[in-house]
């Protein structure tokens, strides 16, 4: 139950086109759920978090879409680049219970040019 | 990197020597985790703080231990590291125990 599922586990794109990334959880306790990126060599950067009190967030490029009922979300990439190339990973947190983030197993992005 | 650094960067030791990474923070955040992250796993919790002396386990703590004397340091520590803990090992810190920020990391390889 307190797994978050993740796919797909690698991703090609072409330039402009749309990157998609899913996450499954089961916890229904689950009120926070980020996005990370990572680029090689680096530690994870904070992209984008929802709250379930929406359905969605954008922020530029960068969309969440959250589906309370099915207890998934996704990350949309609009008119993807090569810079945009990293590994992605879903997250989610009982922000009240003081435990720490369940991250899914990450999908990697490629975006050619 | 949110103002965490992580020491030292890079490491390789032999399997039974002890090894000890640090986390130093200057946000002053009341949170502080340890994660492994391997091929294939994601990122996996190893222990994490919320205050000074409060620690607790995470999902793979087994061979490690932690210590937190002051806000801005988390030690992390292997007591006698083995093949399987060769890993890259990142901190993280977060005010209020959910948005975190992570540092740049340590490849600790254990021969």
């Known amino acids: 139950q307190q797994q978050v599922k993740q796919s797909p586990q690698s991703l090609i794109v072409q330039k402009g086109g749309i990157s998609i990334i899913n996450c499954a959880y089961e916890n229904t306790a689950f009120d926070y759920f980020p996005w990370y990126q990572q680029f090689p060599g680096k530690g994870p950067a904070l992209l984008i978090a929802?709250?379930?009190?929406?359905s969605e967030k954008k922020e530029g490029r960068f969309t969440i879409s959250f589906n309370k009922s099915a207890k998934q979300f996704s990350l949309h990439i609009m008119d993807s680049q090569p810079g945009d190339s990293a590994t992605y990973f879903c997250a989610a947190d009982d922000s009240q219970a003081g435990t720490a983030l369940i991250f899914g197993k990450g999908t990697t992005l490629s975006v050619s040019s | 990197d949110a103002g965490i650094t992580q020491s030292p960067r890079h490491k390789v030791t032999e399997t039974g020597t002890p090894v000890t990474l640090r986390c130093h923070q200057t946000?002053?955040?009341?949170?502080m985790y340890w994660y492994r992250q391997d091929p294939g796993h994601g990122l996996r919790l190893i222990h994490y703080s919320y205050g000074v002396k409060d620690t607790d386990k995470g999902e793979v703590s087994d061979g490690y231990s932690v210590s937190r004397s002051k806000t801005e340091d988390f030690l992390l520590t292997l007591e006698s590291a083995t093949s399987s803990q060769t890993s890259v090992y990142f901190c993280?810190?977060?005010?209020?125990?959910?948005?975190?920020?992570f540092g740049p990391g340590t490849r600790l390889t254990v021969l």
């Open positions: 929802i709250r379930p009190d929406v």
């Open positions: 946000e002053n955040h009341r949170y």
């Open positions: 993280a810190i977060s005010e209020l125990g959910y948005e975190q920020f």
